[in-house]
């Protein structure tokens, strides 16, 4: 495989919001996974446990999405302020029928994000919802002068406003956020959104409820009626081996066709980016409004004898590569795509972490997060060359580094890829892997290190050209010299 990389070529930004993350009250992602109180033998820090802390500040995580999902449309958020111990309880209806306690709320969301140093991705409540509650939760988080809800939020203990970045108008208005046609939605949005207000000095980017997957005419009837009142329009899509959502394969013990047919579902998402794009462009062309695929990855069937409702499923390099297939796709739509958020960050679907008690294991697709992060915020670097099967590939370059990562996801051949570049030469600064043996590799509490990132020496740097010997089930990231 030859590839050449046009690195003096102008490309776009790929955004670091690409590599969002997804915490939703769902199983034991944010009870457990982030949120163990401060009574826990578990070292935390204001309830927060800092093993996934410290774990997430290493992959440079740039936003969370929070409190959903579909639980974010049954949400309201006064039940979460105040003295933990005066909180009401919640049923979520969504996600197993449990009793919440609400312990978890705007202010302990807001510590998260401090102690992440990342940016805030809040998702309103239009399904079951006000206007007013809405607005009031704007208001509570970001005003910073004297008005009833920022004098709420003092009297809660935080004397400063938030900064929130991105807003989220509803979720899955099509489906579990009230089951609403396009056009009903559409002016549902156009007056919710008026009352997202700035109240402080930062702007929030304000986001549409988009489709779900292939929905064209969604996006259509969006963009014609409400997108200069938008800045961004979302999309989900979850890949699944099967194509029967009612038995969706297993996560680790798999059949070789359902490596492939994930694998290939998972680059479906070209093609939906691609056609919502084309939508978007008629209404659209100077792509102010972004694309924000803010629900992405694997879904399988839950793991035997955890709760079905808790979504909770190991993670196999088989993941890996489907993170890496995708993060690639993103990259090339960069353009139009300004942030994408994985489902979800610890205990649930394609998960960054898992965690069982006081123990935390890093899954094969936090080592494909942590391979990739030096793309965030850099430019796309263009090429062309032959095509080769099961290989993918994507390059950037930041800082005077050029970083070119690579994916092979067949499962037992070995590929040779040729990088070359019309001008200077490839000195390498960093080269690191992640492969396995088996395509079921996984890690657990017992073997945390089963899947890990290691040192890659598999090239040859010969004059202006960088010759990869990739073997199968893997993703590399080579660091050179820009020069």
């Known amino acids: 495989m030859q590839v050449n990389l046009l690195v003096d070529k102008q490309g776009p930004t790929i955004s670091k919001y690409i590599y969002g993350q997804f915490a939703e009250h769902l199983g034991r992602c944010i009870y457990e996974g982030?949120?163990?109180?401060?009574?826990?033998?578990?070292?935390?820090?204001?309830?927060?446990?800092?093993?996934?802390?410290?774990?997430?500040?290493?992959?440079?995580?740039?936003?969370?999405?929070?409190?959903?999902?579909?639980?974010?449309?049954?949400?309201?958020?006064?039940?979460?302020?105040?003295?933990?111990?005066?909180?009401?309880?919640?049923?979520n209806t969504h996600w197993g029928g449990v009793t919440e306690n609400n312990h978890f709320g705007t202010h302990e969301f807001f510590e998260l994000i401090r102690q992440l140093d990342c940016e805030a991705y809040i998702n309103g409540n239009v399904g079951s919802g006000t206007v007013q509650e809405m607005q009031e939760w704007v208001e509570y988080m970001t005003m910073n002068g004297e008005s009833p809800m920022a004098n709420l939020r003092r009297q809660n203990g935080q004397e400063e406003a938030w900064k929130v970045a991105f807003f989220g108008v509803g979720n899955e208005s099509w489906g579990?956020?009230?089951?609403m046609r396009p056009e009903y939605y559409a002016d549902l949005y156009r007056r919710y959104q008026t009352y997202v207000r700035k109240y402080g000095e930062h702007n929030i980017y304000k986001i549409a409820c988009g489709a779900n997957v292939d929905d064209y005419n969604w996006t259509e009837v969006l963009m014609k009626n409400a997108a200069r009142f938008m800045d961004g329009i979302s999309l989900h899509h979850y890949s699944i081996p099967t194509r029967v959502w009612q038995d969706k394969g297993d996560a680790v013990n798999f059949p070789e066709e359902q490596w492939y047919s994930v694998l290939e579902h998972a680059q479906y998402m070209d093609e939906l980016i691609t056609k919502h794009s084309t939508i978007m462009d008629k209404y659209d062309p100077e792509k102010r409004v972004g694309l924000i695929v803010d629900e992405w990855g694997a879904w399988y069937n839950v793991e035997p004898g955890t709760n079905p409702g808790f979504l909770y499923q190991q993670n196999t390099i088989r993941d890996a590569m489907l993170a890496a297939i995708t993060l690639n796709i993103f990259h090339k739509h960069a353009d139009r795509v300004h942030m994408a958020n994985i489902a979800q960050m610890v205990n649930v679907l394609q998960a960054m972490l898992l965690t069982e008690g006081e123990k935390m294991i890093k899954?094969?697709?936090?080592?494909?997060?942590?391979?990739?992060?030096?793309?965030?915020?850099?430019?796309?670097?263009?090429?062309?060359?032959?095509?080769?099967?099961?290989?993918?590939?994507?390059?950037?370059?930041?800082?005077?580094?050029?970083?070119?990562?690579?994916c092979n996801y067949d499962l037992t051949e070995t590929r040779e890829i040729t990088l070359s570049r019309e001008k200077g030469e490839f000195e390498i600064v960093e080269a690191e892997y992640i492969t396995a043996d088996t395509m079921n590799a996984h890690n657990t509490f017992e073997e945390p290190e089963a899947v890990a990132k290691k040192e890659f020496t598999s090239y040859i740097v010969e004059k202006g050209t960088l010759k990869v010997t990739l073997p199968p089930m893997s993703v590399a990231s080579i660091i050179t010299k820009e020069n």
């Open 176 to 179: 579990c956020g009230g089951n």
């Open 363 to 406: 899954t094969p697709t936090y080592h494909v997060f942590d391979l990739y992060k030096h793309h965030q915020d850099a430019e796309l670097v263009d090429s062309y060359g032959d095509e080769s099967n099961h290989v993918t590939y994507t390059a950037s370059k930041k800082d005077g580094k050029l970083t070119v990562s690579l």
């Open 34 to 91: 982030v949120w163990i109180g401060t009574d826990s033998d578990i070292p935390n820090e204001n309830g927060i446990r800092k093993d996934v802390v410290n774990a997430l500040k290493e992959i440079q995580i740039p936003v969370v999405r929070w409190p959903g999902g579909c639980f974010a449309d049954e949400y309201h958020w006064k039940d979460g302020i105040g003295p933990i111990e005066n909180r009401s309880t919640i049923v």
